[in-house]
């Protein structure tokens, strides 16, 4: 295959000719120790509507694909009581072509290559109307019950999202819209910036969180006066219906704040852990991927840089997936990179999925 050179394991690569570019990889382990990824496709030749699920029996050495999903994007792999699920959205054809979609779930009991299909309330279908938004993102379980973040825009332009949180018991079918509970939606008061791809995460004290990326819109954070690189922080009432956000507390830095991350708790070195492009020290865009960590998620430290190009305009390590494996971390990548064929069409529009591994993540490098 061609991009022999490209870091890390190939999942999946498309060149910039075709006009097909590869986004929102994931990954999960299933129960016979196989590893699932799965990627979206966008841009000017793509449906805007695929998703491509990839089967890796030697520890993710080599994939293969298994099964791809029409009507399904921006979308996370997760495991529940012996079943695989796939969660995210669907296409909307109004406003242009807008991606904001309804959600949907799928569920595979054959280990992702047959899926059920979410044509209604009772199969997946989990809103009837259009306008949501979300990314790979965690699922995570606590006090019995699934979480997820997702987000809201009531109109096409990107200034103003609505951050929620899904849930629904664990011993529920995830495929019925009525055993879910959607929390209020909150809107932020931070003008040009958005607000986007939230993490559900229990903070130290046992309390639900929604971490969010926040980044500004039209100016790049080389250009953006006063941009710093950070978060927002939205806690979750028990009862999963509200949303509650301090101002003053609850926007802090964080290295990669401004562009997709995965936050996941270890146990074992009681942190929390990410993988995210730093946008500042030096200015890049998305070349430049980090693995960091917080005691309580509003403090964190950088560790090491794991993937880096000098080139900014045509590279890029983005949108990272990842799950604990041991000692280790493994995650996915939508990568930008030289393959002989002419490159990326820019560091945005990927024309790699690539598979990597972090060694010894807990033997900590901080820069």
């Not at 030749?45 to 089967?55: E, G, L, M, T, V």
């Not at 954070?221 to 806690?235: E, H, I, K, N, S």
């Not at 991927?289 to 305009?313: F, Q």
């Amino acid at each position: 295959m061609a991009g022999e050179r490209v870091p890390g394991v190939v999942i999946s690569h498309s060149p910039a000719a075709s006009g097909l570019y590869l986004g929102c990889p994931s990954l999960g382990r299933l129960a016979d120790g196989s590893l699932i990824a799965s990627h979206s496709q966008f841009g000017p030749k793509a449906a805007n509507a695929d998703s491509f699920i990839y089967r890796s029996r030697d520890n993710g050495a080599s994939w293969e694909r298994i099964a791809a999903l029409g009507g399904q994007i921006w979308s996370n792999l997760f495991l529940h009581r012996d079943a695989l699920y796939i969660m995210g959205t669907d296409h909307c054809d109004r406003y242009g072509g807008r991606l904001n979609g309804r959600m949907v779930i799928r569920r595979s009991t054959d280990g992702g290559r047959t899926w059920t299909e979410p044509k209604d309330a009772l199969s997946g279908l989990l809103s009837d109307h259009d306008g949501y938004h979300t990314a790979p993102v965690p699922v995570v379980v606590h006090r019995g019950r699934l979480w997820r973040a997702m987000e809201y825009a009531p109109v096409p332009e990107r200034l103003h999202w609505r951050a929620f949180v899904l849930s629904i018991p664990e011993d529920a079918d995830l495929l019925v819209r009525g055993n879910w509970i959607q929390s209020e939606m909150i809107e932020h008061a931070w003008s040009k910036t958005q607000w986007i791809e939230g993490n559900v995460a229990v903070d130290p004290e046992g309390n639900l969180v929604d971490l969010l990326r926040t980044n500004w819109l039209g100016a790049s954070p080389q250009t953006a006066v006063g941009y710093v690189d950070r978060a927002a922080l939205v806690r979750v009432s028990e009862d999963g219906c509200r949303m509650v956000l301090d101002a003053d507390r609850d926007l802090f830095a964080m290295p990669g704040g401004g562009v997709k991350f995965t936050v996941r708790f270890d146990p074992v070195s009681q942190r929390y852990w990410s993988l995210g492009n730093k946008q500042l020290d030096p200015p890049a865009n998305r070349n430049r991927l980090y693995l960091a960590s917080s005691p309580d998620l509003r403090h964190w430290n950088t560790e090491r840089l794991l993937l880096a190009h000098p080139e900014t305009d045509f590279h890029a390590f983005q949108y990272v997936d990842w799950i604990f494996d041991g000692e280790d971390i493994l995650y996915v990548s939508r990568t930008a990179y030289d393959d002989g064929a002419g490159g990326a069409h820019n560091y945005h529009d990927a024309n790699y999925i690539t598979f990597h591994a972090v060694r010894r993540f807990r033997v900590a490098t901080v820069s």
